[in-house]
Every structure is written in C-alpha cells, then in structure tokens.
C-alpha cells in the first residue's frame, strides 16, 4: 500500500515508521527545514519530500496518483482539511484521514469535504476522561465512522478474573466481537475453548459501552 502522509512532526514520523516497518511505501511532505532534517535522521530520502502539503502539484510530486491513502497530520486544520479535499477530489484517494487541532472545526472534516476519517484529540481525551479508561490497558484503533463502533486493542492484567478461563466462561458484552489474540508475537483466533492469558492483547469490535465493560472484564 502507498500512503502519502502531510506533516513530518511526532504524529507523521511515528505513522511513518510503524507503516514502513509493515513493509508499505511511504512519503513524508513537510515544509520546515528543520524537520525536515530530523527526518532525514530517521528515513531514507525517497521517503522525504520538503513541500506544502495543500499544494497539488507537491501532491502530485509526491505520487499521489498511485497513492491508496493520505494522511494529513499538521497543526493546521486548513493544511489537513485542503490537502484532503485536493486527495479526494482531484486524485480520487480512497482513504483520507485527517487530524483535527481545534475542535471547534470538527464539522468541516466531513465526507463533503473529501474526509472519511477524523481523528480529534478532544473528543478522545474527553471520552477517556468521562468513562475512566485507564489507557494503560485500552486504546482505541480505529473509530467506525458510520456508528458508534470502534476497533479497539485491551490488554489482559495479570491480576484480571479472566485470566486462565475459557472464552465460553467469559460474559462478552452484547454487541461485542472478539476478534483476534495477539500472544507472544503470534496471533490466536479466540473461540470458545481459547484460554485467556495474561498479557494476552485483545482486539475487539465494541461499542462505548462495550468498551467499557472489556476495560472491567480484562483490567485489573
């Protein structure tokens, strides 16, 4: 998969990285020199272009005609909410994400104006706050645009009640998958029979309530 990723600060170069290191191609645009050159401590320069991200023809440069997503991650609402309208207007992108800084224009990052994903910090941190997720054991993944499901990743603590029982044993929230077991670098398909473990990472599909009961089921 290609991805074209707008603003090279912590939030881009880590996406940078975790990408590259699932063996994707990658482009890093920023306009500032000097991160710009911290990127050019930590990627290749094929994977660096100095430009302005809202500009179509820095897009262009970059390749976003072969790009399959684009990610527009700056401290600017307008660079995000631009680059993903030229991306999913003039390109044709299928996925973009963008990253809202000012929560007050949460509502311009729509599907009206070229994005499909938003990520706004606020809302999550707001959430955490409100439902008292301790993020030591529960994060969200991905939020499913059109409902109120997420993808989330929780983390079995040792001293949880679930650890050593059968799924089956298990009382799942309604409305709630599991969907994979991540256990020593591999991946357990959970069925009713699979044995819960500590530090067994659990990714499931689950709504806000959900979340929270998983929080209670596999924290401490």
Request: proline residues 2%.
């Amino acid at each position: 998969m290609k991805v074209i990723i707008i603003g090279g600060g912590q939030v881009g170069s880590y996406i940078g990285r975790l990408l590259l290191e699932s063996k994707n191609e990658v482009t890093i645009i920023d306009n500032r020199p000097r991160v710009i050159a911290k990127l050019k401590t930590e990627f290749s320069e094929e994977n660096i272009l100095a430009g302005d991200g809202a500009d179509p023809s820095v897009l262009e440069e970059a390749g976003i005609a072969g790009a399959d997503a684009l990610v527009s991650v700056t401290g600017a609402d307008e660079v995000n909410l631009v680059a993903s309208t030229i991306a999913k207007y003039e390109f044709g992108i299928t996925r973009c994400i963008a990253r809202v800084n000012n929560p007050r224009n949460a509502w311009l990052f729509d599907a009206n104006n070229g994005v499909d994903v938003k990520v706004n910090q606020a809302d999550l941190l707001a959430k955490i706050v409100i439902n008292e997720i301790d993020l030591k054991n529960l994060f969200t993944l991905m939020k499913i645009n059109r409902g109120e499901y997420s993808i989330i990743q929780v983390k079995v603590a040792k001293a949880s009640a679930s650890v050593n029982q059968e799924v089956k044993n298990l009382v799942i929230p309604d409305q709630t998958v599991l969907v994979a077991i991540t256990r020593n670098h591999e991946v357990v398909i959970p069925r009713g029979d699979t044995v819960i473990m500590a530090d067994d990472s659990i990714l499931a599909l689950a709504d806000d309530q959900g979340q929270t009961k998983l929080h209670t089921l596999f924290g401490e």
